[in-house]
Each structure stands twice: as structure tokens, then as C-alpha cells.
């Protein structure tokens, strides 16, 4: 069974502090993909990133970066020099190749960052 | 070019009602699904629409339905509403041919009293 854990419930950082927010998933097939989500408190679900489980490559976008580890089955994502702006909810998430718009959450990392 | 749109906002219903909410997908986009997302939780996956025809359903009783329009609009439909119904309803669209990403809309508050 596909299963998403984000161990940290909610976390506050400072402005200007480096924020990692983790994320351990459980799946069974060979082909999969990741994601991240934010979810400020307008509800609307915002895309951030999508990774296939044959690219391990960490990627970069601006302040955001990611880390996936096989090895380990984790996708944790990290925010440099957070703002306020950076304040929601974050969802890690995992789907099938065959059933992509199945996608199976995590129960979300509230992140407030305190001017 | 409009995003995901759904209706109404917000919905106040009672036990034992009937309840339908809306969905338009992105422009462009052909396949259409409903997530279900409780208070202080993920989203859950309730089930997926394409062609007019439900493709994929989550963990959910026969109470919720849907339905795809030719346009690729949808409905979702939930019968006898109990307390447990009350959260966020979500709507998200995608384009199958290319799987790229969903497209998730602002979502209906559903209260159930």
C-alpha cells in the first residue's frame, strides 16, 4: 500500500532561517512519482514540484530546493532564507504511474514563519 | 486563461440532506477529480473523471457520485450528508494525454450540521 508520512506536525521558524520539511513515503511499485504542494490559507492547492523515482537529481529553483533519497524512500524539501510569504501548509504526495491522478497525501507540515 | 473553478464557496447543509457541487477545469484540460480534505488533514482522493466516465475511485461509500459533462465540467454529489461529510471539497484538472500536473481549484467549504 502507497502511504506518505510528514513527521513534523507544524513548525516555526524565524524570517531568514533555513527550513527543511521532511517526507518518508511507502510504496511498492518501481515507477512512481513525488510531489510537493503549498496550501496558503486561500485553500487553493499550489503546485511546487514533481520528481519520477528515476531521477534522484536534487534540484534547485530559487530559494527551494529539494532532496530525494531512494535509499532511504524520502523527498524532503528545504526553504533558504524563509519569508513570511512562506507561511502554509505543505503536502508531500505520491502517485502510480498508472493512476497519476490518484495521488495519495500526506497529512501536511504547517509552516508559520514569524517576522 | 481561467484556472480550476468551482462552486459555491461555501455550503451549510443538515444531516440526512443531499448536496452537489461544481467544478470547470482548466481550459484545455479533460479529466477532472474530486479530493476530500478534512480539517487539519491531506487531501483524500475520492475519484476521477474522464471521457464522462468515472475512471478511478478512492476509499469512499456509494453515497458520493459524479458525473462529467461534455464541456468536461463535473459534479459530485453526496447523498445522505452526515456530520463526517463536513470538509474542504476539491476539485483538480489535468490534460491525460500529456500527465502533466494537476491543477487544483480554491475548493468548496462543505459544513454539515
Known amino acids: 500500500a502507497q502511504k506518505v508520512t510528514q513527521a513534523q506536525t507544524e513548525i516555526s521558524v524565524v524570517e531568514k532561517e533555513d527550513v527543511t520539511l521532511d517526507c518518508v513515503y511507502e510504496t511498492r511499485d518501481t515507477t512512481y512519482y513525488l510531489f510537493w504542494y503549498k496550501q496558503p490559507p486561500s485553500g487553493e492547492l499550489v503546485f511546487l514540484i514533481r520528481?519520477?523515482?528515476?531521477?534522484?537529481q536534487n534540484e534547485i529553483s530559487g530559494r527551494y530546493s529539494w532532496n530525494f533519497q531512494k535509499s532511504t524512500s524520502s523527498f524532503n524539501f528545504t526553504i533558504t532564507a524563509s519569508q513570511v510569504v512562506d507561511s502554509a501548509v505543505y503536502f508531500c504526495a505520491l502517485s502510480e504511474d498508472t493512476s497519476y491522478d490518484k495521488v495519495i497525501f500526506g497529512p501536511g507540515t504547517s509552516l508559520s514563519v514569524i517576522p | 486563461d481561467a484556472g480550476v473553478t468551482q462552486s459555491p464557496t461555501h455550503l451549510i447543509k443538515t444531516r440526512g440532506q443531499q448536496v452537489t457541487l461544481r467544478c470547470s477545469p482548466k481550459s484545455g484540460h479533460d479529466t477532472v477529480s474530486w479530493y476530500q480534505q478534512a480539517l487539519g488533514q491531506g487531501p483524500q482522493f475520492i475519484f476521477q473523471y474522464y471521457e464522462e466516465e468515472e475512471r478511478q475511485r478512492g476509499n469512499f461509500p456509494d453515497r458520493f457520485s459524479g458525473h462529467q459533462f461534455p464541456n468536461y465540467s463535473s459534479e459530485l454529489n453526496v447523498n445522505a450528508l452526515l456530520l463526517g461529510d463536513s470538509a474542504l471539497y476539491l476539485c483538480a484538472s489535468s490534460l491525460r494525454a500529456t500527465n502533466e500536473k494537476l491543477f487544483f481549484g480554491s475548493g468548496t467549504q462543505l459544513s454539515v450540521l
Open positions: 520528481r519520477n523515482s528515476f531521477d534522484e
